[in-house]
Structure formats: C-alpha cells, structure tokens
C-alpha cells in the first residue's frame, strides 16, 4: 500500500487539521528515489516553481531523499518559512533544479453539516467552487484560500464529490503593518438555484433586494451577469443567452445585501 502524506503537512491532512506549518505544497507518497508527487496545490510555491504531478523530488538542497522511509522525507520538505530551499527533480528522464520558499499554509478540516446546511439537503455532491464558497467563511482575514481538498486529494473543477473527509487549504497572505483592524463579517447565503437552461435562470432568494446574478463557465470565465433591481423574496427567473454557451458544468453566483451564493449547475 502506497502512503500517501501532504509535504506542506508532513503527515496526511486529518493528522494535522487546524496547524500550521511551512511548506511548498504537494502531496506525495514515498518512492525507491525519494518522493513522487500526486497533487500540486493551486496558487502554492510548488505550483508556482512549475512542479507536476509525477514528477520525483530526488534531493533537498544537495541531500539525496533516496532510501528515506516518508516521514523522514517530509521531515526535510517542511521547514521554515521564506526560507529559500533547492529541489533536485526528476521529469520523465530529465533532472533539474528549482529553488523556491517554504509558505505559511494552513490545513483544517470542512464541517460537512455546514456545507450541506448551505445549499440544502436535497444536494448530495458538490463542486470545488461550492466547497470554497463555504470553506473560505472560516479563513482569517491574513488567509488566502488555494484549494479544497477530500481525503488529501486535490479536487479539481471538473470533478464533484460528497461533503465527508474535506479540508481546506490556505497560505497566510502579506498584510500592511498598519493595516486598519476591522471586524469580519459573517457571510449569509443569498438564496438556492431552481434551474439553469440556455434561455434563463431561477432562483429562489431569501430576501428582498437588488440581486446580482452571475453565470461562470468551468475556465472561471464569466458568460453572463445580470442584475434584478429590487427583487421580492422567494422564485425569480432571469433570462440570459446561452444559445452559443459550450455544454458543461457551471458555477451560478448569486449576491444580494452582502449575502452570497455559489451553486453548481450542468448546461446541456
């Protein structure tokens, strides 16, 4: 059985939900020449060196990982951050080397009573767009979110999964040494999603307000915005031109008095 950890983490993200620690931002598992890499998480070091999954990480600044069993391995990923380090990576069959810094990340777990409670029982999967929606509510203002995560596995914007074993992570973002401190606000859902074709959009809202609605593809692309000035609480349709739109998952965005929504739908 391959043992799978987070080398942001250095053991797997249940382990260490609610700590934080330096990292780059992978998930690996051990390997005959030091660790290979299954995930790479979105908006990470990793991420931005260019590292991929399948790539082996052979050496840490000049010291081979070769023989090491996993915890040692990610004893030597993990450390202080900022603190520049050399990976020696293995591609296929090429070698080469990429210096990055260790971040600040964060790993906590995602109450999946919150997520449902969110958008409704009658939801049994949920998108990585979905997921954040609700993750990034419980993110200091100092926290960036780069990605959900269930059972240590990266989920991508094409897949959908149920709301057990998720986790969040996120990277302590540069804040302003004087900055104003200002109390966050408790973000409300706006309202749920009666249905999405290629002529119009239902919704059902909580409450009583000018309403934005806005229809991203799976790219993060926006295909539609469309505002309701003074919309009554409960049904309301808007229409849209979707004649052209590719067929696909969408993410319908729904904003009104500061309170938000993000649902998942399928344009066929």
Not at 215 to 242: C, F, H, M, P, Y
């Amino acid at each position: 059985m391959k043992e799978f950890a987070l080398s942001t983490l250095a053991l797997a993200a249940a382990v260490f939900a609610g700590e934080n620690f330096g990292g780059i931002g992978v998930t690996i598992y051990a390997v005959k020449d030091g660790v290979l890499i299954s995930d790479v998480i979105p908006g990470s070091p990793a991420e931005a060196a260019g590292l991929e999954s399948n790539d082996h990480i052979i050496a840490v600044d000049g010291v081979s990982l070769a023989g090491n069993d996993i915890e040692a391995s990610k004893n030597v990923l993990r450390g202080t951050v900022g603190k520049p380090m050399e990976l020696s990576v293995l591609r296929e069959k090429e070698t080469f080397s990429v210096t990055l810094r260790r971040a600040n990340i964060s790993v906590n777990d995602i109450d999946a009573s919150k997520v449902e409670s969110w958008y409704g029982k009658s939801q049994s999967s949920y998108s990585s767009e979905e997921i954040a929606e609700v993750a990034a509510q419980d993110l200091s203002k100092n926290q960036k979110l780069l990605s959900v995560m269930k059972n240590g596995h990266v989920v991508k914007s094409e897949m959908t999964v149920s709301s057990s074993d998720l986790s969040s992570v996120s990277v302590e973002s540069a804040v302003e040494e004087f900055a104003p401190q200002t109390k966050q606000k408790t973000v409300r859902a706006a309202g749920n999603l009666n249905a999405f074709d290629r002529e119009q959009v239902t919704i059902n809202l909580r409450a009583e307000g000018s309403t934005v609605v806005r229809i991203v593809n799976a790219n993060g692309e926006v295909a539609a915005r469309r505002v309701k000035e003074n919309a009554k609480a409960g049904a309301q349709s808007l229409t849209w031109d979707g004649k052209d739109a590719p067929a696909g998952r969408y993410i319908v965005h729904i904003e009104q008095n500061g309170a938000s929504s993000a649902v998942s739908a399928e344009l066929r």
